[in-house]
């Protein structure tokens, strides 16, 4: 699984999202992003913000 922190983007936010795809991440980051901060406008360069903090997930015992 993919996961992304909203936290390693803005500062404070504990909303993350996980998904199989980086892509299906970003769509629900946009969204999040959008809903939640006010981003009525994503630039190309948040969208590379948030890819570049994808982590793969590692299953912790
Ligand atoms: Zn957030």
């Given at each position: 699984?993919?996961?992304?922190?909203c936290g390693?983007?803005?500062p404070g936010c504990d909303w993350?999202?996980?998904?199989?795809?980086?892509a299906e991440v970003v769509?629900?980051?946009v969204e999040h992003?959008?809903?939640a901060h006010g981003e009525t406008l994503?630039?190309?360069?948040m969208v590379d913000?948030?890819?570049?903090?994808?982590v793969e997930e590692t299953k912790a015992a």
């Open positions: 699984m993919r996961l992304f922190e390693t983007l803005v993350h999202t996980r998904a199989d795809s980086d769509r629900r980051a992003m959008r809903s994503i630039h190309e360069n913000n948030i890819k570049a903090r994808i």
